[in-house]
């Protein structure tokens, strides 16, 4: 049988509620009943029960990962998986489990996110994948309960965010196909109600007028971060602009549903047509031929959030707004 904590209590000659506060550190227990208690426990292999200790400490040590629209058409998955690598190493080494919980702007509207994280006992909340018309933003920043928003920024007195610098990573992109000789630029973003999109677009348009081009809505296609978004988006501009040289998506999957779509048509890239993508997902250096992308710190992305949900919940600072620059990678596709 496994040994409970009545039988160290009995082994030490302490009550149960000794136990208890000794071996969670409180400290109305004086140091030599401290150390005497620690030493039964570990000489009779003694493992306090999680459940328990949550409900003593009031606290579980789980941080969910709550997202969006986490769907079976993979879309978002290829950049989620290495954010969500950085976020688990990153809280296992400060003591901490990861869950991941998924919700749908329906859901959303009926339960409330406080009340969706509370049933399910979690500390704190990294999310991912929310939109700008999901019921939860503002409830992420008016909740009590510690929270960190990638991709999104969202902040408040318990709530902060991480994300790219969005805008900065477009720009490059522009100056990249414009030291390359391109003049004429398409761009293919995606859906509206991404903040990352907003940001793009307007990278996009800044890093035109700074290169001295002009700002041309014919250039523009929107699209859904998708494969077949991506092949559609390249299509359309190259219908409605013959004069077209490069495009820079708005992702890396996206971009190779361009490039997809260029093989099928008979575009040679990079000899016709230039392409940059946005993200430097695993499948980037192994497209045909290998993509041009802007890398996101995405493993890094992942643990500052998970440093940050942690520092909240131990009130160590306060939640606050991080940027990370993003980085050109010059592949084949240019």
């Not at 307007?202 to 699209?223: C, F, I, K, N, S």
Request: hydrophobic content about 45%; some cysteine; overall charge neutral.
């Amino acid at each position: 049988m496994s040994i409970t904590i009545r039988d160290v209590a009995k082994a030490a000659g302490v009550s149960i509620t000794t136990v208890s506060r000794a071996l969670n550190g409180y400290s109305d227990v004086g140091e030599k009943t401290r150390r005497k208690v620690a030493l039964v426990a570990q000489e009779l292999n003694y493992r306090p029960n999680a459940v328990a200790r949550s409900l003593v400490m009031n606290e579980t040590k789980t941080i969910g990962l709550l997202v969006s629209e986490l769907t079976r058409d993979r879309v978002g998955h290829f950049f989620m998986f290495r954010v969500m690598h950085g976020m688990h190493d990153r809280l296992a080494e400060l003591g901490y489990d990861l869950i991941l919980f998924s919700t749908t702007t329906a859901r959303q509207r009926l339960v409330s996110y406080l009340d969706f994280c509370m049933q399910r006992r979690l500390d704190g909340v990294i999310v991912m994948g929310i939109r700008l018309d999901d019921p939860y933003i503002q409830e992420v920043v008016d909740s009590p309960l510690s929270s960190v928003v990638i991709d999104l920024p969202l902040q408040s007195e318990r709530c902060g965010y991480v994300m790219t610098d969005n805008v900065y990573g477009v720009k490059l992109a522009v100056r990249h196909l414009f030291d390359r000789g391109h003049r004429t630029i398409g761009f293919v973003n995606g859906y509206s109600q991404a903040a990352v999109s907003r940001d793009r677009l307007r990278g996009y348009e800044e890093g035109l007028v700074q290169m001295g081009l002009p700002v041309d809505r014919t250039l523009m296609h929107e699209a859904d971060f998708s494969l077949p978004g991506g092949g559609d988006g390249l299509q359309q501009l190259l219908q409605a602009r013959p004069d077209l040289t490069a495009i820079a998506f708005a992702s890396d999957l996206m971009a190779i549903g361009g490039l997809q779509r260029a093989r099928e048509l008979g575009i040679a890239v990079p000899e016709r047509l230039a392409i940059v993508g946005f993200d430097d997902i695993e499948l980037a250096e192994f497209s045909t031929p290998p993509l041009t992308t802007i890398r996101q710190k995405r493993l890094e992305m992942g643990m500052r959030a998970a440093e940050m949900v942690v520092a909240t919940i131990k009130n160590q600072a306060a939640p606050h707004g991080i940027l990370l620059a993003p980085e050109l990678v010059v592949r084949g596709t240019t």
